[in-house]
């Protein structure tokens, strides 16, 4: 079992900066994945960025590339998303998510692949 515990969400004017945290508890060293991921309400749930444990490598969707930036504190266990030029359509609310899955069918950002969930942080970006 992994518990996962996002904060940092808020209220911004467009053109401002949050960092968005994601503590892990648990069993998390069989941990492959971890990614960002984000819903409005009336639309489904999208992928935005994933972190590889094993090699730290990032991938982020067009839409935030350039602006959102994934890190890791490794000791703490501790995931990080560094959004910075918001715009009023980031406004969602943001989940967490890991995944132990060695083999992904479906893509690297689909919610399918992925094993454990926080509750989520939101984000509102005012124009």
């Known amino acids: 079992q992994v518990q996962l515990v996002e904060s940092g969400g808020g209220s911004v004017p467009a053109g401002g900066s949050l960092r968005l945290s994601c503590e892990a508890s648990g069993d998390t060293s069989g941990v492959i994945w971890m990614g960002w991921f984000r819903q409005s309400p009336g639309k489904e749930r999208e992928g935005v960025a994933r972190f590889s444990t094993r090699t730290e490598g990032t991938f982020y969707i067009d839409s935030v590339q350039g602006r959102f930036t994934v890190s890791r504190d490794r000791a703490k266990n501790m995931l990080f998303l560094q959004m910075n030029s918001l715009v009023p359509d980031d406004t969602a609310m943001y989940y967490c998510?890991?995944?132990?899955?060695?083999?992904?069918?479906?893509?690297?950002?689909?919610?399918?692949?992925?094993?454990?969930w926080g509750q989520g942080t939101q984000v509102t970006v005012s124009s």
């Open positions: 998510a890991a995944s132990f899955r060695t083999t992904l069918v479906h893509g690297l950002l689909d919610v399918r692949e992925y094993d454990y």
